[in-house]
C-alpha cells in the first residue's frame, strides 16, 4: 500500500508537503508504478471518518505487504503514531535522520518534536546519521544513537540492532527523513547538515531491512518525509526514485 499523506506540521520552512506532487509530475514515466490500485492519497486531516476509514485499511494490509507513506514534514510521523497504526502492539523504530528531534510537545506537532510525540508508543528505537549537535543533547530514552561516522566504523552493529529489532517486535516502523543524506546526494531539504550518509550507504541499509524481514516473516511501515522540493528538486527526484525503487522491489534481496 503506498499512501499520499502530506502531512504538515509546524515548521519554519514550509515546502516539504509537495514532495510527492513534486516527484510524480516530473517522474511521469514512475506514475503507473506508483500510482496503482493500492494508492491512496490523503489531505483531509479532519475528516475522522477518513482517518479512521484509513488506519482499517492499514490494519487490514500489514500482515499482507509493506506500507509505503510518503509524508510531509517529520510531523508526519507523530500524526501516523497518533491516528493511524496500532500501538497497542509492540513498535520498535528504525530512524534516518541527521536531527535528534527532542522538541517539547507541549503545544502539538513540531517538525523537531518527534522523537518525544511517540517515545511513549514503542518498545525501543534507533536513530542513524545523526550529526547535528547529537553530542549536545541527552541521549533520548528509548533510543540508541548512531552519527554519521558510525555508520562505517560501527556497521555491524548497527545492522545486529536492526535485525533485532526486526525480529522481536510486531510493527517495525522505518522513517526515513531525507536530510540524513549528504546534500550532494540529496539537496532538495529544508534544514541540511554537513556530512551525512550517501544515497549507496541508504541503499544498502534499506536492502537489509527488506532482507531480516523477509527471514523473519514481518512487514514494514515506511515513511519518507522532509523532501523540500522548493529547496531543489532535479537530484533530489534522481535520488528519490532509486531510494523508492528499493523499497517497494524486492529484486535485489538475497539472503545473507
Known amino acids: 500500500m503506498f499512501i499520499n499523506l502530506p502531512y504538515k506540521g509546524r515548521t519554519k520552512v514550509p515546502g516539504s508537503e509537495c514532495g510527492f506532487i513534486n516527484f510524480i509530475r516530473n517522474n511521469y514515466l514512475e506514475r503507473r508504478y506508483y500510482l496503482q490500485n493500492n494508492f491512496i492519497d490523503v489531505s483531509d486531516y479532519e475528516n475522522n471518518n477518513l482517518i479512521l476509514d484509513l488506519k482499517s485499511k492499514i490494519s487490514d494490509h500489514y500482515n499482507e505487504e509493506d506500507i509505503f507513506i510518503f509524508g510531509g514534514d517529520h510531523c508526519t510521523t507523530s500524526f501516523v503514531f497518533d491516528n ?4 497497542e502492539k509492540k513498535i520498535g523504530i528504525i530512524i534516518f535522520d541527521a536531527h535528534l528531534d527532542k522538541g517539547d510537545v507541549s503545544d502539538g506537532y513540531y517538525n523537531w518534536n518527534v522523537l518525544n510525540c511517540i517515545e511513549d508508543r514503542i518498545e525501543s528505537g534507533m536513530i542513524i546519521g545523526v550529526r547535528h549537535d547529537y553530542y549536545k543533547v ?3 530514552r528509548k533510543y540508541k544513537i548512531y552519527d554519521d561516522i558510525e555508520v562505517d566504523e ?9 535485525k533485532e529489532c526486526i525480529k522481536n517486535f510486531d510493527i517495525i516502523y522505518v522513517s526515513l527523513d531525507v ?3 549528504n546534500i550532494s546526494d540529496f539537496p532538495g531539504v529544508s534544514f541540511p547538515m554537513p556530512g551525512g550518509l550517501s544515497l549507496v550507504n541508504l541503499v544498502y541499509f534499506i536492502r537489509k531491512i527488506k532482507n531480516f524481514k523477509k527471514i523473519y516473516g514481518k512487514n514494514v511501515i515506511w515513511d519518507l518525509v522532509e523532501y523540500n522540493p522548493l529547496i531543489e528538486s532535479n537530484i533530489s527526484n534522481i535520488s528519490l526514485q532509486r531510494i523508492l525503487t528499493e523499497i517497494n522491489t524486492d529484486n535485489y534481496i538475497k539472503n545473507d
Open 138 to 140: 541527552p541521549t533520548p
Open 154 to 162: 560501527n556497521r555491524k552493529n548497527i545492522l545486529e540492532n536492526i
Open 179 to 181: 536530510d540524513v543524506l
Open 84 to 87: 493511524l497504526i496500532d500501538t
